[in-house]
């Protein structure tokens, strides 16, 4: 089965930083694009990065460019997703999502990925 599993969330204040994790297992890792994506009290799910190790294409949504950067540890099968000068506006819950047939690129939508992982909540504080 696919699984992901993301951690490192917490409360932060503005401008700090925090390096989330997405654990996966259950499927080749190179098959896949990962991705992260946050919805926001109140808020539609937002794109945030993507990563497709096959090729090593990579995508920022447009409020996180510049700030956020997502790598992966392919030995161990995880997706990282640095996020430094967090503002409030960060403030979500994160999510890590799969899919074997994802296009990943700079428009890091979530209609095409099909497994997703439990949430970690990132709060930053004005």
């Known amino acids: 089965d696919v699984q992901l599993q993301a951690s490192g969330g917490g409360l932060v204040e503005a401008g700090g930083s925090l390096r989330l994790s997405c654990a996966t297992s259950g499927f080749r890792f190179d098959d896949y694009a990962i991705g992260w994506f946050r919805q926001a009290p109140g808020k539609e799910r937002e794109g945030v990065a993507c990563y497709r190790s096959y090729d090593g294409t990579i995508g920022y949504g447009g409020s996180v460019k510049g700030r956020f950067t997502i790598s992966s540890d392919n030995r161990f099968k995880t997706v990282y997703l640095q996020m430094n000068n967090l503002k409030p506006e960060d403030t979500a819950v994160y999510y890590c999502?799969?899919?074997?047939?994802?296009?990943?690129?700079?428009?890091?939508?979530?209609?095409?990925?099909?497994?997703w992982g439990k949430g970690t909540q990132v709060t930053v504080s004005s």
């Open positions: 999502a799969a899919d074997p047939s994802y296009y990943c690129s700079d428009y890091v939508e979530d209609s095409n990925m099909n497994y």
